[in-house]
């Protein structure tokens, strides 16, 4: 059983940055593959980004490339989500995610997640 606890949510002024953290405990970290989604109110929850195990490059959603960058530290059992030049579009609930066996773009493929960090970027 996995845990996952994200951190580094808040405010920010849209063309900011945040970096958000995601500390795994309970599991063996490295062999899990992570991903980022996020929740805007009154919208479904939609992939952001994802890396695996293996932790080579991430994959993200269309239009996040070039503005959020994901890495993992498996030292340290923790995913990150480097936020850059952040749009109001970009507010939401963000959430962590991992599974020990499948990865990709849908929610349905993780198995464990976090409660979520709330970004906000005021116009």
């Known amino acids: 059983q996995v845990q996952l606890v994200e951190s580094g949510g808040g405010l920010v002024q849209a063309g900011g940055s945040l970096r958000l953290s995601c500390a795994a405990s309970g599991g063996t970290f490295n062999l899990y593959n992570m991903a980022w989604f996020r929740q805007a109110p009154g919208k479904e929850r939609e992939f952001v980004g994802g890396i695996r195990s293996n932790g080579h490059s991430g994959y993200y959603k269309d239009g996040i490339l070039g503005r959020f960058t994901i890495s993992r530290d498996n030292a340290k059992n923790t995913v990150y989500l480097q936020m850059n030049s952040l749009k109001p579009e970009d507010t939401a609930l963000y959430y962590c995610?991992?599974?020990?066996?499948?990865?990709?773009?849908?929610?349905?493929?993780?198995?464990?997640w976090g409660q979520g960090s709330q970004i906000t970027v005021s116009s």
């Open positions: 995610a991992a599974d020990l066996v499948r990865y990709g773009v849908l929610g349905t493929s993780y198995e464990y």
